[in-house]
């Protein structure tokens, strides 16, 4: 079965501008989670969608935003990008809203703001 | 709340010897376990899980951990190190009965000698 797509891979973006990247999850999986991974900051959780209702968030400015639709598509959005959005974007998707049996993860999106 | 610590940012091995990557952590609630592995420029891969089974957990590729929870530890192992296993691995771990809100170590790179 296809797994967790996520487009775009890359992504250059000037500050200032938004971005908005989207997530696909394995079909049958109804929680879509999104990470920012930096070297710094390790991996950080963003926030977890699950059958369109955002059921966390982690600690990230209003920026960035997300949404979830009605076939489990997801889409993350940053709004007046900052050079320290530059980061791996990674989503993951899993079958049950507790992350019991694991989460399986895209390749990300590769985020760089100059 | 839950933390998650791994204790050695670098493990070098030779091809062949034994892999131990070290996870500590804690949890206010019944942990779930997990190591995931992320080769360079990919998502993150599931190896294995402990979700309150048995505390000998045998994962993907050779790789088992085990459950140690006097010790609040979770290490991975490995009898036989080979190229392919050279990866950044992240340790996690997941309160089930609060957020369920996965912590990310900061992840062990495991470098592999011929």
């Known amino acids: 079965k296809a797994g967790v797509t996520q487009t775009p891979r890359y992504l250059i973006k000037t500050r200032g501008q938004q971005v908005t990247l989207s997530c696909s999850p394995i079909?049958?999986?109804?929680?879509v989670s999104w990470y920012q991974q930096t070297p710094g900051q390790g991996l950080q959780f963003l926030f977890e969608?699950?059958?369109?209702?955002?059921?966390n968030k982690g600690n990230f400015p209003g920026r960035f935003s997300g949404r979830q639709f009605s076939n489990s598509r997801s889409e993350m959005n940053v709004s007046t990008l900052e050079l320290g959005d530059s980061a791996l974007y990674l989503c993951?998707?899993?079958?049950?809203?507790?992350?019991?049996?694991?989460?399986?993860f895209g390749s990300g999106t590769r985020l760089t703001v100059v | 709340a839950q933390s998650v610590t791994q204790l050695d940012s670098h493990v070098s091995v030779s091809e062949g010897t034994p892999v131990l990557l070290r996870c500590n952590y804690s949890?206010?609630?019944?942990?779930?376990l997990f190591w995931y592995v992320q080769h360079p420029n990919k998502g993150l891969q599931l190896l294995l899980k402990?979700?309150?089974?048995?505390?000998l957990v045998k994962g993907i590729n050779g790789f088992e951990a085990e459950f140690k929870k006097s010790e609040t530890s979770f290490h991975l192992t490995k009898p036989s190190a080979h190229m392919s296993d050279a990866a950044e691995y992240f340790c996690?771990?997941?309160?089930?009965?609060?957020?369920?809100?996965?912590?990310f170590g900061r992840g062990t790179s495991l470098i592999v000698h011929p």
């Open positions: 949890s206010s609630y019944s942990p779930s």
């Open positions: 079909s049958g999986h109804r929680s």
């Open positions: 996690v771990v997941s309160d089930q009965g609060g957020s369920y809100i996965p912590t």
């Open positions: 993951a998707s899993s079958l049950d809203a507790f992350g019991t049996h694991g989460y399986t």
């Open positions: 969608y699950f059958s369109e209702t955002q059921r």
């Open positions: 402990y979700t309150s089974a048995a505390t």
